[in-house]
């Protein structure tokens, strides 16, 4: 027993259990901020480069610990540990052509993130106690997550959108995610692991423990309302139970049945309640404080009650019937069990049993009637011509016209996020392609699209081979190999793993089971191959090595990115106090220089150095400006909002021709967006007007007509739109704006043509004018309006006192409107 425990101990104090114990609490520490969402949007980075400071400088360590006890670190190990980093090499290799210079050096972090947890994970795990430790470490963490989103669903905590108004009227539980499916993914992931451990646990307060989270998890799935993820479950329940053996398969699938009947009695109570705390509480969230509820509020407690009362019962029979049960199937299942069909008979059984259910719960008024209304409608509504399925056909065709393009090596980190409206169908919003692999596949093109698919395939293969050769070696660590590729296998249906969390919660998981079946080397022959030769023993210590040099640049990397965005955050606490535009460029240079071709940043400086050149002429504010933006345009070509400022730039400086031409490239390369036809229609008709003069009619007429292709190509796609399946949402608006009424009334108004100008201008000028101060468009078109009318013999005195008290500079511009109607 001494000896027992003194081994225990120095287990305890090995420098591989103190790597998974700190491996483990980035688990419980970091995914409250969205999850780590990788949005590929400025406000998403700082919490994501906070986490991975973290994570690169433990697998700095982790490398150390791996070159100083590479005797300990077997040849096996040592080769899937070098194949995962072929995941950030396939971004390193695309980001050469890239799109996007920025976001394809971002990308090659957050796959060097997930190979990182990879590698640690497998060095952690190099005793049992550590695999445990991580193992627990994360089931923890997604346990505390499902507390959290319920905690929200009984209002007694509040985060932003971890009650999602989907639709007015309709909330969906995403607790720390503010996404509903992704969450989904995980609770799919977590209820596997429960099932798992309240069957196998020999523990019978753990038994309890993880019984006892069944309910909760299930309640909360269904209050995710993810049609995608209940089709799912059933398919990896049933590939789950081959892995267990034929008694604990039926104890799973009672559990399963006992959990999810005990969820439906309560459901429809809590799913009402919620509704009703949301529509209290959320509103109150978005203005300020959250107006929360006391958990002894008869609608909290009448939610949370049932359902910790349904949870006992489920966790006393864990508890209490559990083992008496199993040992009555194993006696009852004795003559079976040896045979090889066994493993299959209740998976074949359970198939037609699914497809029995399936059918009652479509099919019968009865059973849809036990179901909340927002429950049963969205079963109800599961088919192949629903909104989010075509809007999904359309992203993957998409995706593969980019692809067609970039078929090699891909476009880049970010390259769906930067080239998806200029190939898309119609004018939806989607910075994520809601498919990992198709994802995959548009940034780093076919090459790195099969190395994903072999790195994963590969690991799939020797997991299940290792289960099959080595039944002794079986164990806990099937839950790390359930949870990682449940989340995969939701990630072809949506962008589960454009979540940080998502991403090391998988990476870590097979990291750490990876090496469950791996044949061991013993001592001395470990020894003896070591001092053999060079070309013997290099494996041992190469590999650590190549690894912490990887995380001494990935430590610098990240450093840098978070001190710019300090800087950046000191720069706008300056411009918001009202500092001098001299002392605010101080710290806005520093994360410029810290990070050169970050767009946010640099599009701030030259927005500010124009607004500075406008106030005072001063020129070399506006080259500057423009320098700082042609560098930022020429790293990343796709980003709108540099090109937008772009064009207001060179407007501004009198650069017409080279305005136009920027206008023109918007429109190309985001060619639903109706923005950047408004826009350009605008300039259109303005450099038409400047160009009045009798030596340029000619160009003013070929500016104008431009207007007109501009509107012709609008009315063209609006004929388009009208063609998507009746069930396919069409995405952002595009339709005739009112900038679009304005540039076309002012148009009409220069040829002359006052009756058409009128009718394009006059629903805008006689509509809703509480606006007028703050909206250029508008007071356009009231000023091209009254112009046209005057130009009639007409007038408006009311409209016009309007305008003037609006805008006292309105006056004059009338005026010269109306005087240059001669030109």
């Not at 520490?29 to 901020?33: K, L, S």
């Not at 398919?235 to 081959?242: K, T």
């Not at 037609?352 to 399936?358: N, R, T």
């Not at 590969?458 to 050769?469: A, E, F, K, N, T």
């Given at each position: 027993?001494?000896k027992y425990?003194s081994?225990?101990?120095?287990?305890?104090?090995?420098?591989f259990?103190?790597?998974?114990?700190?491996?483990?609490?980035?688990?419980i520490?970091?995914?409250?901020?969205t999850?780590?969402?990788n949005?590929?949007?400025f406000?998403f980075?700082?919490?994501i480069?906070?986490?991975?400071?973290?994570?690169v400088?433990?697998?700095l360590?982790?490398?150390?610990?791996?070159?100083?006890?590479r005797?300990?670190?077997?040849?096996?190990?040592?080769?899937?540990?070098?194949?995962?980093?072929?995941?950030?090499?396939?971004?390193?290799?695309?980001?050469?052509?890239?799109?996007?210079?920025?976001?394809?050096?971002?990308?090659?972090?957050i796959?060097?993130?997930?190979?990182?947890?990879?590698?640690?994970?497998?060095?952690g795990s190099?005793h049992a106690?550590g695999?445990?430790?991580?193992e627990?470490?994360?089931?923890?963490?997604?346990?505390?997550i499902?507390?959290?989103?319920?905690?929200?669903?009984?209002?007694?905590?509040?985060?932003?959108?971890?009650?999602?108004?989907?639709?007015?009227?309709?909330?969906?539980?995403?607790?720390v995610?503010q996404?509903?499916?992704t969450?989904?993914a995980?609770l799919?992931?977590?209820?596997?692991?429960a099932?798992?451990?309240?069957?196998?646990?020999?523990?019978?307060?753990w038994?309890?423990?993880?019984?006892?989270m069944?309910?909760p998890?299930?309640?909360s799935?269904?209050?995710?309302?993810?049609?995608?993820?209940?089709l799912?479950l059933p398919?990896?329940?049933?590939?789950?139970?081959?892995f267990?053996r034929?008694?604990?398969?039926?104890?799973?699938?009672?559990?399963?049945?006992?959990?999810i009947?005990?969820?439906?009695?309560?459901l429809?109570?809590?799913d009402?309640?919620?509704?009703e705390?949301?529509?209290?509480?959320?509103?109150?969230?978005?203005?300020g404080?959250?107006?929360?509820?006391?958990p002894f509020?008869?609608?909290?407690?009448?939610?949370?009650?049932?359902?910790?009362?349904v949870?006992a019962?489920?966790?006393?029979?864990?508890?209490y019937?559990?083992?008496?049960?199993?040992?009555?199937?194993d006696?009852?299942l004795?003559?079976?069990i040896?045979r090889?069909?066994?493993l299959?008979?209740v998976?074949?059984?359970l198939?037609?049993?699914?497809?029995?259910?399936?059918a009652?719960v479509?099919?019968?008024?009865a059973?849809?009637?036990?179901?909340?209304a927002?429950?049963a409608?969205?079963i109800?509504?599961?088919?192949?011509?629903?909104?989010?399925?075509?809007?999904?056909?359309t992203?993957?065709k998409?995706?593969?016209?980019v692809?067609?393009?970039?078929p090699?090596?891909g476009a880049?980190?970010?390259?769906?996020?930067d080239?998806?409206?200029?190939?898309?169908?119609?004018p939806?919003?989607?910075?994520?392609?809601?498919?990992?692999?198709?994802?995959?596949?548009?940034?780093?093109?076919?090459?790195?699209?099969l190395?994903?698919?072999?790195?994963?395939?590969?690991?799939?293969?020797?997991?299940?081979?290792?289960?099959?050769?080595?039944?002794e070696?079986?164990?806990s660590?099937?839950?790390?190999?359930i949870?990682?590729?449940?989340?995969?296998?939701?990630?072809?249906l949506?962008?589960?793993?454009?979540?940080?969390?998502?991403?090391?919660?998988?990476?870590?998981?097979?990291?750490a089971?990876?090496?469950?079946?791996a044949?061991?080397?013993?001592?001395?022959?470990?020894?003896?191959?070591?001092?053999?030769?060079?070309?013997?023993?290099?494996?041992?210590?190469?590999t650590?090595v190549?690894?912490?040099?990887?995380?001494?640049?990935?430590?610098?990397?990240?450093?840098?990115?978070l001190?710019?965005?300090?800087?950046?955050?000191?720069?706008i606490?300056?411009?918001?106090?009202?500092?001098?535009?001299n002392e605010?460029?101080?710290?806005?240079?520093?994360?410029?220089?810290?990070s050169?071709?970050?767009?946010?940043?640099?599009?701030?400086k030259?927005?500010?150095?124009?607004?500075?050149?406008?106030q005072?002429?001063?020129?070399?504010?506006?080259?500057?400006?423009g320098?700082l933006?042609?560098?930022?345009?020429?790293?990343?070509?796709?980003?709108e909002?540099?090109?937008?400022?772009?064009?207001?730039?060179?407007?501004?400086?009198?650069q017409e021709?080279?305005?136009l031409?920027?206008?023109?490239e918007?429109?190309?390369k985001?060619?639903?967006?109706?923005?950047?036809?408004?826009?350009a229609?605008?300039y259109?008709?303005?450099?038409?007007?400047?160009a009045?003069?009798?030596?340029?009619?000619?160009r003013r007429?070929?500016?104008?007509g431009r207007v007109?292709?501009?509107?012709k190509?609008?009315?063209?796609?609006?004929e388009e739109?009208?063609?998507?399946?009746?069930?396919q949402?069409?995405?952002?608006?595009?339709?005739?704006?009112?900038?679009?009424?304005?540039?076309?009334?002012?148009?009409?108004?220069?040829?002359?043509?006052?009756?058409k100008?009128?009718?394009w201008?006059q629903?805008?000028?006689?509509?809703?004018?509480?606006?007028?101060?703050?909206d250029?468009?508008l007071?356009?078109?009231?000023?091209?309006?009254?112009?046209?009318?005057?130009?009639?013999?007409q007038?408006?005195?009311e409209l016009?006192?309007q305008?003037?008290?609006?805008?006292?500079?309105?006056?004059?511009?009338?005026?010269?409107?109306?005087?240059?109607?001669t030109?």
């Open positions: 027993m001494k425990a081994t225990n101990n120095s287990l305890l104090s090995s420098p259990t103190v790597i998974a114990l700190l491996l483990g609490l980035w688990f520490i970091f995914p409250y901020q999850g780590l969402f949005a590929l949007l406000n980075e700082n919490s480069l906070q986490a991975a400071l973290y994570l400088i433990l697998l360590g982790t490398s150390i610990v791996a070159v100083m006890q005797k300990q670190t077997e040849a096996s190990t040592l080769g899937v540990v070098a194949a995962v980093w072929v995941i950030p090499l396939c971004y390193v290799i695309s980001s050469f052509g890239a799109v996007s210079s920025y976001y394809a050096h971002w990308m090659i972090l796959n060097a993130l997930a190979a990182a947890m990879f590698f640690i994970a497998v060095i190099r106690i695999r445990n430790m991580i627990w470490s994360i089931v923890a963490s997604g346990y505390i499902v507390a959290w989103g319920l905690l929200n669903a009984f209002g007694i905590a509040y985060s932003r959108d971890a009650l999602w108004e989907a639709q007015p009227g309709q909330y969906r539980l995403t607790s995610f996404y509903s499916n969450y989904a995980l799919i992931a977590l209820f596997l692991v099932l798992y451990y309240s069957t196998h646990a020999a523990n019978r307060y038994r309890a423990l993880h019984a006892l069944l309910v998890i299930f309640v799935f269904m209050l995710t309302l993810s049609r995608a993820a209940l799912l398919v990896l329940v049933l590939c789950l139970l081959p267990l034929l008694s604990k398969q039926i104890l799973l699938l009672l559990y399963m049945i006992v959990s009947g005990a969820s439906l009695i309560i429809s109570q809590i009402t309640n919620m509704l705390i949301a529509l209290q509480v959320v509103p109150s969230g978005l203005q404080d959250a107006m929360l509820f006391s509020d008869r609608l909290s407690w009448s939610g949370w009650l049932p359902m910790l009362g949870s019962v489920v966790a006393l029979c864990a508890c019937l559990h083992e008496k049960l199993e040992r009555w199937l006696g009852r004795a003559r079976i040896g090889k069909w066994s299959f008979a998976p074949a059984v198939i037609v049993l699914f497809a029995l259910g399936a009652l479509l099919g019968s008024s059973i849809r009637g036990i179901l909340p927002s429950i409608d969205r109800e509504n599961i088919n192949f011509q629903q909104h989010s399925v075509l809007e999904r056909g992203f993957y998409d995706a593969m016209k692809s067609s393009d970039y090699v090596l880049g980190g970010g390259g769906w996020a080239l998806y409206q200029q190939y898309q169908h119609n939806y919003t989607s910075r994520q392609a809601h498919n990992y692999f198709i994802q995959v596949l548009v940034e780093t093109g076919w090459v790195g699209l190395a994903h698919l072999a790195f994963f395939i590969g690991l799939l293969v020797l997991y299940i081979r290792g289960h099959i050769r080595y039944p070696r079986r164990g660590h099937l839950v790390l190999f949870m990682a590729f449940a989340i995969l296998a939701h990630s072809m949506d962008f589960d793993m454009s979540f940080v969390y998502m991403i090391a919660v998988v990476f870590a998981c097979l990291g089971s990876a090496t469950a079946f044949p061991t080397t013993g001592r001395a022959k470990a020894l003896e191959a070591e001092k053999a030769s060079f070309a013997a023993s290099w494996p041992s210590w190469i650590p190549a690894t912490g040099v990887i995380a001494v640049v990935a430590i610098v990397y990240t450093g840098q990115q001190s710019a965005h300090s800087n950046y955050d000191k720069a606490a300056l411009a918001q106090q009202g500092k001098p535009i605010v460029m101080v710290p806005l240079d520093k994360a410029i220089k810290s050169p071709d970050h767009p946010t940043f640099s599009t701030v030259s927005q500010w150095l124009m607004q500075v050149y406008q005072t002429k001063t020129e070399s504010y506006a080259k500057e400006a320098e933006i042609d560098h930022v345009y020429h790293a990343n070509p796709y980003d909002a540099i090109i937008s400022t772009k064009y207001q730039n060179e407007w501004a400086i009198g021709d080279a305005a031409a920027t206008l023109e918007r429109i190309a985001f060619n639903w967006n109706i923005s950047a036809y408004s826009d229609m605008h259109y008709s303005l450099s038409g007007w400047n009045g003069t009798s030596d340029k009619k000619e007429q070929q500016l104008w007109d292709e501009l509107h190509e609008v009315l063209r796609r609006m739109l009208k063609k998507l399946p009746e069930g949402l069409q995405g952002r608006e595009f339709d005739i704006v009112p900038a679009i009424r304005q540039a076309l009334g002012f148009v009409a108004y220069g040829r002359g043509d006052y009756a100008a009128i009718e201008t629903p805008l000028a006689t509509g809703d004018l509480t606006k007028l101060k703050e250029p468009t007071e356009y078109a009231v000023r091209t309006y009254l112009a046209a009318l005057d130009a009639t013999g007038s408006n005195d016009k006192n305008l003037f008290a609006a805008n006292p500079d309105e006056e004059a511009m009338l005026k010269a409107l109306i005087a240059g109607r030109k």
